[in-house]
């Protein structure tokens, strides 16, 4: 009896190995999944910092556009006046010739 039970021991502890052989090769590929997610979140954190720095870049080229077509609108503007104040005159003058004229 002793050596069926010694028997039944080891059968036991075999298929205890081989379930713990089962549940290792099933932590491998878990662990391999985990990895994979890793690297796949890196790149995509990657591609996101990228995409983040072009947008940035491309906010700084257009603050820089909105202040130079600022500039050029008082420019413009300050053009604008002026012509006008010289036409105004110029209307002056042509009015004094005309009565210097007639």
């Given at each position: 009896?002793?050596?069926?039970?010694?028997?039944?021991?080891?059968?036991?502890?075999?298929?205890?190995?081989?379930?713990?052989?089962?549940?290792?090769?099933?932590?491998?590929?878990?662990?391999?999944?985990?990895?994979?997610?890793?690297?796949?979140?890196?790149?995509?954190?990657?591609?996101?910092?990228g995409?983040l720095?072009?947008?940035?870049?491309?906010?700084?080229?257009?603050?820089?556009?909105?202040?130079?077509?600022?500039?050029?609108?008082?420019?413009?503007?300050?053009?604008?006046?002026?012509?006008?104040?010289?036409?105004?005159?110029?209307?002056?003058r042509?009015e004094?010739?005309?009565?210097?004229?007639?």
């Amino acid at each position: 009896m002793p050596q069926h039970h010694h028997q039944l021991q080891l059968l036991d502890l075999s298929v205890q190995m081989a379930q713990l052989m089962a549940a290792q090769t099933e932590m491998g590929r878990a662990i391999g999944t985990i990895q994979g997610a890793v690297l796949h979140i890196q790149r995509t954190q990657d591609v996101v910092l990228g995409n983040l720095r072009v947008v940035t870049a491309q906010v700084s080229d257009l603050q820089r556009a909105d202040a130079m077509t600022r500039s050029n609108l008082r420019t413009f503007d300050y053009q604008y006046h002026q012509l006008h104040d010289q036409m105004s005159h110029i209307g002056s003058r042509m009015e004094t010739l005309d009565e210097n004229v007639a």
